[in-house]
């Protein structure tokens, strides 16, 4: 007996082992994780390759890693070679846009989350999806975690601050599973369709690559429409000298018939990285790329560039006076050997470049988005310091509480806190963009050729960046909304004549094809009325025929009883021609008139 129980217990450890093993796991992608929780704004150090969205009244914070001063607890920490242990951020962090606020008192809601815990990710944003949803895909495993399968994920808001994660099936998935899981590409979304450029492959990032970092670069565009599910692989070999881009930006600008990709920033280098150290790009020269016709463009920059930067964040804003700019801040710098705590502003269409005098702290791999309901402020979250290559044993704590930060767009300034109703006020392009345009600006444009320019000038309008395609640039925002208002009164009343003016134009067209139609009808009945045709056979007593070249006449008299047509046999025509003279006959009300054989139009 003694013997029967020993192997049945040690067996019995044994299934409790495998049981209490795989309670660690969550939804089996291979990665343990932690209880969901956040470090706290106390242990809170740095948030590294964070993605934020938003919609509505609420910021969503999802994927990259934490560092924290405590381990806390769980086995998915990564002690790195730094002072600060690390780990996957565990979930989905919300946070409210409807209240007021400071980095030290916001509290998140954490949503727990069941798609793979992964850093530098792809996120594509989409608003029209109910409450709004956003999709994730690619990214590198964190510690000695090994990459999941290739799949899609969405996360679907519910409109109170929660969510739900699910994975999206696939319709083709032989094409899906030929592309290769990026991380540290350039994407963006807009119509519909999420684009990313480029990006690297490795052992950390895909299954079926077996090269170590930094492994391969990409030479592709890969988009994926968010209603068909079809995605696309387009070659990007026409960006730049080698068609590659690490860590760089990219945002949607509204211009030209389909919309334009711009890309900033970044690093370009050969495929095979390990043989070709990436270069950090110049800002000299912007690319772009027609998301339809998927033709690229280039264009030349004027004004105070930044220097060349790797993992910046950028937004974009539309001015209310045609232009477009674009915020840029910080970002990891190989020019200056250092992180970079500046804020640039790239202006559209004139392809020029300012710099605010309000620099905020150090960072770079962290994430901005445009909140509020005017989309006049942007709110940066986490990132890291350590020098120009991110050594994370040099790395400081964050001196933002939990690695908030909020800039105003149009003052160009930091604010030490959130306020909805200040937040809610429209975007004005700032005091030195529009002090540009108003100087003249555009006149130093040096378009890189006449198809570029004709995507950004239409013709439409020829002034920016001035209030109201106006000349005075000192109005204040009482009398821009003043003037607003009155443009949109003189606009519906205008709007609303041309609509009366093209209802009665309609009217008088239908009323007079009725009266033609009408007039047709009469014409016709009248013509039918008048002419009383001989009866049919021609052969009838009442006429006669003769030799061809003289004339046949009516016979008057009495009116001649119906003949009636015997026999069955068929003649044909004489194979001259026979004139024929009619006369009109005198009125004979007994015979029963046929109509010729001539149609008429009623």
């Known amino acids: 007996m003694k013997g029967l129980c020993s192997p049945f217990a040690l067996l019995l450890l044994a299934v409790l082992g495998c049981l209490a093993r795989r309670s660690s796991l969550v939804n089996g992608h291979g990665i343990a994780r932690r209880g969901v929780d956040g470090p706290g704004s106390d242990n809170f150090v740095r948030h590294r390759y964070p993605a934020v969205v938003a919609f509505g009244d609420h910021l969503y914070i999802d994927g990259g890693e934490v560092f924290s001063k405590s381990n806390g607890t769980g086995t998915n920490s990564t002690q790195l070679s730094g ?10 962090f919300s946070l409210r846009l409807n209240e007021s606020w400071t980095n030290d008192t916001v509290e998140f809601r954490t949503i727990p989350k069941s798609a793979p815990l992964l850093s530098q990710q792809i996120y594509w944003s989409d608003a029209d999806n109910a409450a709004g949803a956003f999709y994730t895909w690619g990214g590198m495993a964190v510690g000695s975690a090994s990459p999941p399968e290739n799949s899609l994920w969405i996360f679907r808001t519910d409109g109170t601050g929660g969510g739900q994660w699910s994975q999206v099936t696939q319709g083709d998935y032989l094409a899906f599973s030929r592309l290769r899981r990026p991380t540290g590409s350039a994407f963006t979304q807009g119509g519909g369709v999420g684009y990313a450029l480029g990006g690297q492959v490795y052992s950390k990032t895909d299954r079926s690559v077996q090269e170590p970092a930094p492994g391969y670069a990409l030479t592709s565009l890969i988009s994926y429409d968010f209603d068909s599910g079809n995605w696309g692989n387009d070659s990007s070999a026409s960006y730049g000298g080698y068609g590659t881009c690490l860590n760089g930006r990219a945002e949607f600008i509204p211009f030209g018939p389909n919309g334009l990709l711009l890309f900033l920033g970044g690093a ?12 950090q790009v110049t800002w000299n020269l912007l690319w772009m790329v027609d ?5 690229w463009y280039k264009q030349t920059t004027k004004g105070t560039r930044p220097v060349t930067v790797e993992g910046a964040c950028t937004v974009g804003a539309r001015g209310p006076n045609n232009t477009y700019e674009i915020f840029i801040y910080g970002g990891s ?7 970079s705590a500046d804020v640039y502003v790239l202006s559209l269409p004139g392809f020029y470049f300012f710099k605010a005098d309000s620099p905020g702290t150090p960072r770079a791999d962290h994430a901005c988005v445009t909140i509020g309901k005017g989309k006049r402020q942007m709110l940066s979250y986490g990132g890291v310091d350590g020098g120009s290559g991110l050594v994370s044993s040099t790395m400081t704590p964050d001196p933002w509480k939990q690695g908030l930060g909020i800039y105003d767009m149009s003052e160009l300034k930091w604010l030490d806190s959130y306020d909805p109703s200040a937040a809610a006020a429209e975007y004005e392009s700032p005091a030195i963009v529009t002090d540009w345009y108003k100087k003249g600006g555009m006149e130093s444009v040096a378009w890189d050729g006449d198809v570029v320019k004709a995507l950004f ?9 001035e209030p109201n395609n106006t000349t005075t640039g000192n109005s204040d925002d009482s009398q821009q909304q003043s003037s607003r208002r009155i443009g949109a009164i003189v606009g519906g009343t205008v709007g609303g004549v041309v609509a009366l003016t093209i209802v ?18 009469a014409e016709a009945a009248a013509t039918i009325e008048e002419y009383r045709p001989e009866p049919w056979p021609k052969d009838s007593p009442r006429m006669r025929s003769t030799t061809p070249g003289t004339l046949m006449t009516f016979m008057s008299g009495p009116t001649p009883e119906p003949v009636e047509i015997s026999g069955t046999a068929r003649e044909e025509l004489p194979a001259e021609d026979v004139d024929w003279t009619y006369e009109l006959p005198v009125p004979t009300p007994r015979l029963r008139p046929e109509l010729p054989d001539r149609k008429f139009s009623i």
């Open 504 to 521: 009665g134009v309609v009217i008088f067209f239908l009323l007079r094809r009725r009266r033609r139609r009408q007039s047709t009808k």
């Open 333 to 339: 710098s190989t020019q200056t050997e250092g992180v």
């Open 83 to 92: 002072s600060y242990p690390s780990y996957a951020i565990n979930g989905t």
């Open 457 to 465: 000038i239409n013709g439409s309008s020829g002034t920016y960046g």
């Open 291 to 295: 998301p339809v016709t998927k033709k």
């Open 268 to 279: 370009e280098t050969l495929v095979d990285i390990a043989d070709n150290h990436p270069v």
